[in-house]
């Protein structure tokens, strides 16, 4: 049963820090890395928590749940961070990285964990079962802050204060998720807490692309042209027309044949958006732009048409390419100045990014 336990927990492990490397969309972190980094930093981060535990005393309370369970478990995964930062510091070159190697640390930390119960022997294979589930994605979402303000401190400048915020909003998430496991009467709040805190850090994880240096312009020359032909609508000429299919990341796109307008369907104009503009939703942005037979422009200078009723974009791919550059950087100023998740974002170090002039 034990080894049928490790074997689950071990499967889901590895399929999660899949799906997290799935959102490193610019440059790839290497898989084999990351499964050492969760391996390695999850073992570290049991031993410091272990030795830690033994000053204090848990008791199943609420409080205790932020001010020591979160606390001791999420500082350690900071620590294991830390002394594994020599092995990975060649790979670790933009703010998502931070996310990605503490999130995997966080990841081999739950799955140790797992196998520890697991060979207690206390638990029934369906509580187990579970807990491969559910809590090493409970994990892995408390600990992103940290990634983005170590990766700061790291590679941008000192951030001890964005540090130290980072480490009190991953206890406070850790805290809230076994504080509502740990008080009976909380219970009924677990769905609200777990599926809240794995939603923000799929949006941390997309926010912060926003900031990535190896974003590629888009230009004709990243887009190769494949042997398929699409169908297209240019919105300048207002007519249908066949073209050649030109591919870069996951947009499919054609070429007008009158005006050599870039034309792309709103299926790939939103795989453009998340490419380009990660910060912005990209379904939710397209959805809005319907409403109209007529062409209307995204841009103030007109230059880039959408079509709602054929449901196309056109626009010369260099106009196009400053716009999505100019529209990402103003994307990251309203986030930024948002009320409380922009405050939160700032002060983890992500005012000392925005300050770089090419951002
Ligand atoms: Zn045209």
Redesign the pocket.
Known sequence: MQVLVIALASFFGILYLWVIRSFDIYEKEPFFRLLLTAITGGSLAIIISLILYEFVTVRQTFTDAIIKVGLIEESSKFLALLLLYKLIRKDFDEIVDGIIYITAISLGFSIIENIKYASGAHYSIYILTVRSVISVLGHISFSGYIGIAFYIHKKIRKNYAGILLAICLASLAHGLYDGVLFQKELTAYFKLVFWGLLFFQVWLLKTVLGFSDFRRTLSKSVFHETDEKIFCY?C??NKTFISNEYRFWKIKAGF?D??N?FTVDAGNLINLIKYSRPVLNAKRYVKRLSGTMKNIALDKADKILFNYNRGFM?ADINDLSDWLNESNKQDKIRMLNKPVVGFLLRNLGLKYIMKKPDC
């Open positions: 240019c300048r000429c007008c009158s005006c307008n056109s």
